[in-house]
């Protein structure tokens, strides 16, 4: 049977509430709901699709990561979007040459898959409609909100449902 899985940096807990905040907003006034199914998050490696029986093959690429790097902070500041043909509403994060750092360490160990990296906290996908996404930018790329949070691991989550930390590993 296959499962889903990604690797990715998660904030503290109060910087997920304000982010649902906002997921709530997307839902309630452009008919975005399906953002409010996962927490906030930056994406390091996007979901791919294996066979559950391979999945100690993953722990071991995971575990084999190298995360000696001190932990570092990460600024969200503002909002910004993808106007792809399935348009993304998010957060951005200032430029951070650890993240970058970080996300070349993991990419070293997961390649397999071709991935441009922009780091982002979304907001608002799937359901939302490109006019609504013009509508919510509208409104969101006007919005302040600035707020930092340390990254000191990375987690490698497996989709039951929904999606279930699996692994952790901490940098430094």
Same mark, same amino acid.
């Given at each position: 049977m296959k499962k889903l899985y990604f690797i990715a940096i998660y904030p503290p807990q109060q910087i997920i509430d304000e982010v649902k905040i906002f997921k709530q907003d997307l839902a309630l006034h452009y008919n975005n709901s399906k953002a409010l199914k996962n927490d906030a998050h930056i994406t390091l490696f996007p979901p791919f699709s294996r066979e559950i029986e391979l999945e100690?093959?993953?722990?071991?690429?995971?575990?084999?990561?190298? @995360?000696?790097?001190?932990?570092?902070?990460? @600024?969200?500041?503002?909002?910004?979007?993808? /106007?792809?043909?399935?348009?993304? +509403?998010?957060?951005? /994060? =200032?430029?951070?040459?650890?993240?970058?750092?970080? %996300?070349?360490?993991?990419?070293?160990?997961?390649?397999?898959?071709?991935?441009?990296?922009?780091?982002?906290? @979304?907001?608002? %996908?799937?359901? +939302?409609?490109? =006019?609504?996404?013009?509508?919510?930018?509208?409104? %969101?790329?006007?919005?302040? %909100?600035? @707020?930092?949070? +340390?990254?000191?691991?990375?987690?490698?989550l497996r989709h039951d449902g929904k999606w279930i930390p699996i692994a952790e590993k901490k940098l430094g």
């Open positions: 100690e093959d993953i722990h071991i690429a995971f575990q084999k990561i190298d @995360t000696n790097i001190s932990p570092f902070e990460i @600024t969200l500041n503002g909002f910004d979007g993808f /106007p792809n043909k399935s348009p993304v +509403l998010f957060i951005k /994060p =200032e430029s951070n040459e650890h993240l970058i750092e970080l %996300y070349n360490r993991v990419k070293q160990h997961f390649n397999f898959i071709r991935y441009n990296f922009n780091p982002h906290m @979304t907001v608002g %996908y799937r359901d +939302l409609s490109f =006019e609504n996404y013009l509508k919510a930018l509208e409104v %969101y790329k006007n919005k302040e %909100y600035k @707020t930092k949070f +340390l990254v000191d691991k990375i987690i490698l």
